[in-house]
């Protein structure tokens, strides 16, 4: 598992206990975008999107990030 992966997983887990209620995808999107800044060290979509760990292109999460 690499670090991006750990990161996430640890930040999806903990979003998950304290949002029980919400709509999975706000939260794993959440997840998403609090992995990429912390890891990225930027908040910028593009910056952020080469470091979430999915399978999607990076600019494929850019752009759902952008319509969301």
């Known amino acids: 598992m690499t670090d991006s992966q ?11 206990k304290l949002m029980p209620t919400h709509k999975q995808g706000h939260v794993v999107t959440l997840a998403m975008m609090i992995s990429g800044i912390v890891l990225s060290g930027k ?23 952008d319509a969301g």
């Open 6 to 16: 750990r990161v996430y997983t640890k930040v999806l887990k903990t979003l998950k």
């Open 43 to 65: 908040a910028h979509l593009s910056a952020m999107s080469l470091e979430i760990p999915h399978p999607a292109k990076p600019k494929s999460l850019e752009n759902e990030c």
